[in-house]
Antibody, heavy 128, light 109 residues
Framework: QLQLQESGPGLVKPSETLSLTCTVSGGSISNTIYHWGWIRQPPGKGLEWIGTIYYSGSTYYNPSLKSRATISADTSKNEFSLKLSSVTAADTAVYYC????????????????????WGQGTLVTVSS | ESVLTQSPGTLSLSPGERATLSCRASQSLTSTYLAWYQQKPGQAPRLLIYSTSSRATGIPDRFSGSGSGTDFTLTISRLEPEDFAVYYCQQYGTSRGLTFGGGTKVEIK
């Protein structure tokens, strides 16, 4: 059974960089069928996609966060990570990692699909 | 980028009733490019429906998805007590088009 687990500091100061890691068990992030993504949810609000990575290092980002977000993967540890720079109180949210399905056929190559396995989420609060 | 608008914001129903949730896109979507998720308090979202109408593994057949163009629907044929939750739609796409709707809360009447 695939499992994803987010880890990282629960409190980050304004203007600093938020860093989270997602450790995957029960499957390999090097599997060519899947991508791996980050999604966040501010308290009491809806879901926002942050970005997605393929094991080879190819990345996709939400345009609204692209300038501040960096996603990387470490296949030797079977984990992928998120860094979000220059955080403000608006970045306070539960951060989820998830397995991201995508289109691999030539007719729709690069189209990102749905998230089929999710981590439990981790709350990150931005406050001094 | 297409914006997804879910309605109603809150749906008040009794167990056993039928729930119809709407997800409207501001621009026409490829017909199979929509997913639905269920989220209960304190839990991660769970995939219910992908490619507009395919049920995810383990999802009961009382959940069904349909739609095309700009109008998509999630139907729960007979509400069970465990179905009261928030539901989100999500469109597929490249970086510019991958977004979620604002959610519909299904609450007990």
């Amino acid at each position: 059974q695939l499992q994803l687990q987010e880890s990282g500091p629960g409190l980050v100061k304004p203007s600093e960089t938020l860093s989270l890691t997602c450790t995957v068990s029960g499957g390999s992030i090097s599997n060519t069928i899947y991508h791996w993504g980050w999604i966040r949810q501010p308290p009491g609000k809806g879901l926002e996609w942050i970005g997605t990575i393929y094991y080879s290092g190819s990345t996709y980002y939400n345009p609204s966060l692209k300038s501040r977000a960096t996603i990387s993967a470490d296949t030797s540890k079977n984990e992928f990570s998120l860094k979000l720079s220059s955080v403000t109180a608006a970045d306070t949210a539960v951060y989820y990692c998830a397995r991201h399905r995508y289109c691999s056929s030539s007719s729709c190559y690069g189209t990102l699909y749905h998230f089929d396995y999710w981590g439990q989420g981790t709350l990150v609060t931005v406050s001094s | 980028e297409s914006v997804l608008t879910q309605s109603p914001g809150t749906l008040s129903l009794s167990p056993g009733e039928r729930a119809t949730l709407s997800c409207r896109a501001s621009q026409s979507l490829t017909s199979t490019y929509l997913a639905w998720y269920q989220q209960k308090p304190g839990q991660a979202p769970r995939l219910l429906i992908y490619s507009t109408s395919s049920r995810a593994t383990g999802i009961p057949d009382r959940f069904s998805g349909s739609g095309s163009g700009t109008d998509f629907t999630l139907t729960i044929s007979r509400l069970e007590p465990e179905d009261f939750a928030v539901y989100y739609c999500q469109q597929y796409g490249t970086s510019r088009g991958l977004t979620f709707g604002g959610g519909t809360k299904v609450e007990i009447k």
